[in-house]
């Protein structure tokens, strides 16, 4: 039974960053994804960055590219996401996921349908 837990949101200035965790308990598939997704209010959840726990290739949405990292520690069954120079835009719930096994795709690494199980979500907002 795979669960994941995330951490790190709050608040923040717009410019600011926060860094956001997420561990998960039980196995870690050697080829699955982990993938970081948000949902504002009045709006759909949207997949923002995705790694491939296998290798390390990374996807991101155009809206945090270059502004937001994901990265891995599989020692530590954790997946971060960094999130730099925020805006206002960034208000939202965000959540990690994770897939089941599977090879790397980058479309579907962004897309919900992908991903089977999910954090419960933690809070983000970004004041200007």
């Known amino acids: 039974q795979v669960q994941l837990m995330e951490s790190g949101g709050g608040s923040a200035q717009a410019g600011g960053s926060l860094r956001l965790s997420c561990v998960t308990t039980?196995?870690?598939?050697?080829?699955?994804?982990r993938g970081w997704f948000r949902q504002a209010p009045g709006k759909e959840r949207e997949g923002i960055a995705a790694i491939f726990t296998a290798s390390g290739t990374t996807n991101y949405a155009d809206s945090v590219k270059g502004r937001f990292t994901i990265s891995q520690d599989n020692s530590k069954k954790t997946v971060y996401l960094q999130l730099n120079n925020l805006e206002p835009d960034d208000t939202a719930i965000y959540y990690c996921a994770a897939t089941g096994p599977r090879s790397w795709n980058r479309w579907a690494s962004l897309d919900q349908s992908t991903y089977v199980n999910w954090g419960p979500g933690t809070q983000v907002t970004v004041s200007s």
């Open positions: 039980g196995n870690v598939l050697t080829n699955s994804y």
